[in-house]
């Protein structure tokens, strides 16, 4: 029942079901590859990675079979098994070394799980839960969710991120929670608490204290190194992109693996990061590439080594890209313009072009920057300077993609993993200067000043309440709970009706022209945490969603045009009860703008809601 207090009780179950799937990776990786590195904390932690892409691998396989992303990173997983150098030996388990586990994930979950993502980005994130239930319900790869079943020319492999989706999909089946629960509460907090492990490699002393600083410093608004008024802000933290977790996560590996110069391990790693999104791959590969050429160069490799590292990295490139070729879907509406006319258009603006990307390499190098100055004169690791060369690299090429393709929708996130690795190695530089003080109480004082900032900046951003997750999020959004409950138990009576939403004209200053097509942002998609049939096509007529058009804006509307070319059945009626009539759908959700029915159809609204839900009786 959603209006039950239980979110504390919630979120520990799930931090103990996160504690049991980071176990069997850690002894799945043990058995299958057995990695070492330099500490039992880098070697489970390493471990545990390569186990946990194998579980997710092989749940992928059992639900899509081999028409997934996941195989790159399998054919790179089984290179390491037939690599690796020694067998399991259990006697040499060392307990002491994984315990904190037991305290990360309860705390992780407690904080992630009370913390309230942006209004913006919680429209992404039920896009998201959305994708990761139609991952098993509709056995497809790809960002279509319920259109999968509409339409077969949609089923094929897209590129996206599909890691998180697929945990979200593991732990749903798992827990019968639903996806949205699933993915906020139980995959991206098991992510972030094996994050936190993993940066314990990093110090030899409190690491309690690690943990928290960690936490704490991922809150501060690094962001605000963006002081050139560029329009684009160097964003570095997952609190407020959740994107980011998974980089964060793909981070610490590669991280061990170049100060470590474990060089061959870095390639292979660097395959397997590359299945995690696809938007990714220029600023990684490239990276990865000006990191092998630097090497080279000082000749800490040769060329045979630079050969064969850069070979397995294009191995990987080269069968990513076969999958996608071989299993793409005929049908798709993602990109609108070819190559050429998006280049084109993004030249011809080419003085911006070249501002933005060089103040947001200012501004994203200053991080980087301060971290060079902390290993320098505090860490002096010297393996630590080949970090910063890789995510310098990284950075430059990820703006200048984003900036030479930014007539492509969400271009901005071609340089989203170099922002992210830039704020992550700051951080665990400033851990890493703390944990070199000799004395406790000036840690604690480093911690406690830490703390108060980042509570000063977010504390009106957590929730401690003890609602249920389902409640929280729902109060957030309608803020009627008589409504909420009547909505909850017309979806709860009719399980399998199918749902759709209503734009007005009035309704239009929320829904941008690209926005309007009704894959992403729909209208009543809080409904996710109800029911996971929450899967709403627009049912809005054409002539209202084109009403705004003119002249000026029409390059705007392409994407909204095309979506209503290929859904005529949906937009053809101004009438929405007409596709009540006709049982294309059982129920709508609109605002009050829309004229409501008579009384021959169930209408669920409140004098402070500005939704309504019309439906059969």
Not at 98 to 108: D, G, H, T
Not at 222 to 245: A, K, M, Q
Not at 280 to 287: E, R, V, W
Not at 481 to 500: A, C, D, F, M, S
Request: charged share 10%.
């Amino acid at each position: 029942m959603i209006g039950s207090s239980y979110s504390i009780v919630q979120l520990l179950l799930f931090s103990f079901a996160g504690i049991l799937l980071f176990a069997l990776s850690l002894f799945s990786g043990l058995f299958l590859y057995n990695i070492q590195l330099s500490n039992k904390t880098k070697t489970y932690f390493i471990n545990s990675f390569f186990g946990f892409f194998t579980v997710i691998c092989l749940y992928s396989f059992a639900v899509v079979g081999y028409k997934t992303v996941n195989v790159v990173a399998f054919a790179a997983l089984l290179y390491l098994f037939f690599q690796r150098k020694q067998q399991l030996n259990f006697s040499h388990f060392d307990f002491k070394s994984i315990a904190p586990i037991f305290y990360i994930f309860p705390l992780v979950y407690i904080v992630y799980g009370s913390y309230t993502i942006p209004s913006s980005i919680e429209n992404d994130v039920r896009f998201y839960s959305k994708i990761a239930y139609a991952l098993a319900a509709f056995k497809q790869e790809n960002m279509y969710h319920f259109y999968n079943a509409y339409n077969s020319d949609f089923n094929g492999v897209i590129p996206y991120h599909y890691t998180e989706l697929w945990l979200a999909s593991f732990f749903g089946s798992l827990l019968k929670v639903k996806s949205i629960i699933a993915l906020k509460y139980v995959a991206y907090p098991f992510i972030i608490s094996a994050i936190c492990y993993g940066v314990l490699g990093f110090v030899s002393k409190h690491k309690f204290v690690a943990v928290l600083t960690f936490l704490l410093l991922s809150m501060l608004p690094l962001y605000l190194v963006s002081v050139f008024g560029s329009g684009f802000n160097v964003f570095t933290d997952f609190w407020i992109r959740p994107n980011f977790i998974t980089y964060y996560f793909c981070a610490v590996p590669l991280f061990y693996f170049v100060l470590a110069k474990e060089w061959k391990l870095l390639a292979v790693c660097t395959v397997i990061v590359a299945t995690t999104s696809v938007i990714i791959l220029p600023s990684l590969y490239g990276g990865m590439v000006c990191l092998s050429l630097w090497l080279l160069i000082k000749k800490q490799i040769n060329t045979k080594q630079f050969v064969f590292n850069n070979g397995i990295i294009a191995a990987g490139a080269i069968l990513l890209f076969g999958i996608y070729v071989m299993f793409r879907p005929s049908l798709n509406l993602l990109t609108n313009s070819s190559f050429a006319q998006v280049l084109k258009e993004s030249l011809s603006v080419w003085k911006a072009v070249i501002y933005t990307i060089v103040t947001l390499i200012i501004e994203c190098g200053f991080l980087i920057g301060l971290a060079y100055l902390l290993n320098r004169y505090v860490i002096k690791q010297a393996a630590f300077y080949l970090l910063l060369v890789m995510i310098f690299c990284q950075l430059v090429i990820g703006v200048t993609f984003f900036q030479v393709l930014n007539q492509l929708d969400n271009s901005y996130q071609f340089s989203y993993f170099a922002f992210a690795l830039s704020g992550f190695v700051l951080i665990l530089c400033i851990i890493m200067a703390i944990d070199m003080q000799t004395k406790f109480y000036a840690k604690v004082l480093i911690l406690a000043t830490v703390a108060v900032l980042a509570f000063s900046y977010s504390i009106s951003s957590f929730d401690f309440s003890t609602q249920s997750l389902e409640s929280k999020n729902l109060e957030r959004t309608v803020s009627n709970k008589k409504w909420t409950e009547e909505v909850e138990h017309y979806l709860l009576q009719h399980p399998t009706h199918k749902g759709g939403f209503v734009l007005h004209t009035q309704d239009l200053k929320d829904f941008t022209p690209k926005s309007r097509n009704c894959i992403t942002l729909q209208m009543g998609s809080f409904i996710s945490y109800i029911t996971d049939n929450c899967n709403l096509p627009s049912l809005t007529c054409r002539d209202t969603l084109l009403s705004d058009k003119n002249d000026e804006n029409q390059k705007e509307f392409v994407k909204a045009e095309t979506w209503l070319a290929t859904f005529p059945k949906f937009t053809n009626e101004c009438n929405p009860i007409l596709y009540i009539q006709k049982n294309d759908i059982d129920y709508f959700i609109c605002t009050k703008n829309q004229v409501l029915p008579d009384n021959n159809y169930v209408v669920i609204s409140a004098e402070n809601c500005p939704y309504v839900l019309v439906g059969k009786k």
